[in-house]
């Protein structure tokens, strides 16, 4: 075996759990395909549902802050934990989310043109630069996000291992629900959703499911497939939905469940209007 046929190997036990033979063999009937291969593997009945992002990745941190009406992400990338565990890295980091909680800038090419508040004759890019020739590794600001807060929602943020995973939920309902927000933004950080509902489910990506679903059944009545076929999808909702996910802290109800609780008892509507989860490098 190659080392890059041994690295992709390796790349697609990561993401589904299968033993290294059968990756291979997934592999090599994929022709090194890695979303051919998932597919190979799930039409076999080896591997369920996978999530997009592999365990693997590159180095860095996010740093989240708030202030009354805004919420922002920044993700630094560093080729080290090393380094990112390093305090100037860190404080580094510290002063971009400083700069772009005041400036509220649309993108990062427009922060890194900011000056820097603490040498005015620096952009903020020239500092990223002499931070770089000071640990000696390549540094880049990979993006940012910033969501504003209203009168009509409630955010809440949670970050996990040292800001290598951060995830945002947004509530609607008004203000007040920070605390549950919080608690949602942890499932999600544990939970990896790609989507909020099965409703958000691109059509492409049901077909598929479903397509995925009948290789895996053969020599029934149509009845019984389409039955077995809607089951798997239902399952698949369940892995990849938020609001059908079984909630973290109880899992004797879902996500959905927990909204249609908290509503009852405060007597007005409250639902998930978006979710955001970072992970360093994916």
């Known amino acids: 075996m190659s080392k890059i046929a041994a690295e992709l190997v ?34 076999a009945g080896i591997a369920s549902a996978v999530k997009k992002e592999g365990r693997d ?8 802050d708030e202030e009354e009406n805004a919420l922002v992400l920044v993700e630094v990338n560093a080729e080290t934990d090393f380094v990112a565990q390093n305090a100037k890295f860190k404080q580094f980091v510290q002063e971009l ?6 400036t ?7 922060l890194m043109q900011l000056s820097y508040v603490k040498d005015p004759s620096l952009t903020l890019d020239q500092y990223r630069s002499l931070i770089v020739q000071s640990l000696g590794e390549n540094i880049q600001v990979r993006r940012l996000l910033i969501i504003p807060k209203s009168s009509d929602v409630s955010v809440g943020f949670y970050s996990h291992m040292r800001g290598k995973i951060v995830s945002v939920v947004v509530l609607t309902g008004g203000k007040g629900h920070e605390i549950l927000a919080r608690d949602i933004a942890m499932h999600v950080a544990a939970e990896a959703p790609e989507y909020l509902s099965p409703e958000e489910v691109p059509d492409k990506v049901k077909a598929k499911e479903k397509e995925i679903a009948r290789s895996q059944v053969q020599n029934k009545p149509p009845h019984i497939i389409d039955k077995i076929v809607e089951g798997k999808l239902e399952a698949y909702y369940m892995e990849m939905c938020l609001t059908r996910q079984k909630y973290v802290k109880d899992s004797s109800m879902t996500i959905a469940m927990l909204l249609d609780k908290e509503s009852k008892e405060l007597k007005h509507p409250i639902g998930v209007q978006s979710f955001y989860r970072w992970k360093v490098g994916n």
């Open 97 to 102: 989310i400083h700069q772009a909680i005041l």
């Open 10 to 43: 390796k790349q697609l036990r990561d993401r589904t759990g299968v033993s290294m033979s059968k990756c291979k063999e997934a592999l090599e009937s994929a022709n090194s395909d890695m979303d051919k291969a998932i597919e190979f593997l799930r039409k």
């Open 104 to 110: 509220k800038p649309v993108s990062v090419a427009e």
């Open 57 to 64: 990745a590159n180095e860095g941190l996010i740093e989240v």
